[in-house]
């Protein structure tokens, strides 16, 4: 079982940059993808972006590329989600989840394990 907690969402103003963190435990296998999703109010869950754990690919959506970038952490088994140049429409709560195996992983189908989620609102 893995156990994903994000954090490092707020509020913050339009053209602002924002870190979300997500942090993995329990039973982490060596090889993951782990992604990021979001949802905004009355809006289904969708795919942000995605990380080969091992191998260090990544797959971007189209709404976020060029302005968010995922990293994996040095140290611990915790992935980044940097947000940069934020509109007001990427008001959403944002998850974290993994699958030990596949790539690239873009539905939330495809993964097993996910957070609880963090808030990022985004004011014009």
């Known amino acids: 079982q893995v156990q994903l907690v994000e954090s490092g969402g707020g509020s913050v103003q339009g053209g602002d940059s924002l870190r979300l963190s997500c942090v993995a435990s329990?039973?982490?296998?060596?090889?993951?993808?782990m992604g990021w999703f979001r949802q905004a109010p009355g809006k289904e869950r969708e795919f942000v972006l995605a990380l080969d754990w091992s191998g260090g690919r990544t797959y971007y959506s189209d709404s976020v590329k060029g302005r968010f970038f995922i990293s994996r952490g040095s140290a611990t088994n915790t992935v980044y989600l940097q947000m940069n140049s934020l509109k007001p429409e990427d008001t959403a709560v944002y998850y974290c989840?993994?699958?030990?195996?596949?790539?690239?992983?873009?539905?939330?189908?495809?993964?097993?394990?996910w957070g609880q989620g963090t808030q990022v609102t985004v004011s014009s």
């Open positions: 329990g039973r982490t296998p060596s090889w993951m993808t």
């Open positions: 989840a993994a699958r030990s195996t596949g790539w690239p992983l873009t539905r939330e189908d495809q993964f097993d394990y």
